[in-house]
């Protein structure tokens, strides 16, 4: 859909489609936290995402919210990750 075939919603149908944006990203978060080390589980976040935002009506403030999810499960990785070395050394 084209920014000019979207048609502008109530104050209220906005409030209804934040919300349900911010309570999947809030879900999707919970489902896949902490994150997983091995190829396969981010797979499958990266396909539950996709999921996701199909669910939530493909909008962009939901696949701005998961890719956001997305970006700080990375982040917990990395941060987790080079924690370990540093224990470990």
Do not use: I
Not at 26 to 47: A, C, I, R, S
Not at 50 to 71: D, K, M, Q, R, W
Not at 76 to 82: A, G, N, P
């Amino acid at each position: 859909m084209t920014r000019s075939e979207e048609k502008v919603m109530t104050p209220e149908e906005y409030a209804k489609m934040h919300q349900k944006a911010f309570r999947v990203a809030f879900d999707f978060l919970n489902q896949h936290f902490p994150p997983g080390e091995n190829p396969e589980w981010w797979l499958t976040v990266t396909k539950d995402a996709s999921e996701a935002s199909v669910l939530a009506g493909e909008n962009v403030l939901v696949n701005s919210l998961l890719s956001g999810v997305c970006h700080y499960l990375e982040h917990e990785y990395f941060l987790r990750r080079d924690n370990n070395e540093t224990d470990n050394q």
